[in-house]
């Protein structure tokens, strides 16, 4: 039997939360937070897949994720920036690796990107 799941979650200041600690959780890479001055890193026993969609108009230096985050933590100050919007999906294991990346490639494409965002993503 096929069984779906979605969640939204926000990764914000106001909870304490850090975008570069979340995307290098995510990525599996290790990432430098310019504001803390500390890496991330968590190792993995199985390293996600991972890339970066930008919008036509981003600027090139969004398709580097520590570049990114830093940019996106910089920007926001605020104490109740909301610096994410974070989505964690399973799809069925009845689907094939190439389906089920062709389907989440192209859902982030038509909801997110084209629509201006710039999506991390790391499927595993």
Excluded: C
């Amino acid at each position: 039997m096929a069984i779906f799941h979605m969640s939204f979650s926000n990764i914000s200041a106001g909870k304490g939360r850090s975008a570069i600690a979340s995307a290098a959780y995510r990525s599996g890479e290790k990432l430098f937070d310019q504001k803390e001055g500390r890496s991330y890193f968590y190792a993995r026993s199985v390293m996600p897949e991972s890339f970066i969609f930008t919008a036509k108009n981003a600027p090139e230096w969004a398709n580097d994720r520590e570049k990114l985050w830093n940019e996106v933590e910089r920007k926001d100050r605020r104490a109740n920036s909301r610096y994410a919007k974070e989505f964690n999906v399973a799809l069925p294991v009845e689907l094939s690796e190439d389906k089920q990346k062709g389907l989440l490639t192209k859902y982030v494409q038509d909801d997110f990107v084209d629509e201006g965002m710039v999506a991390d993503v790391a499927m595993n």
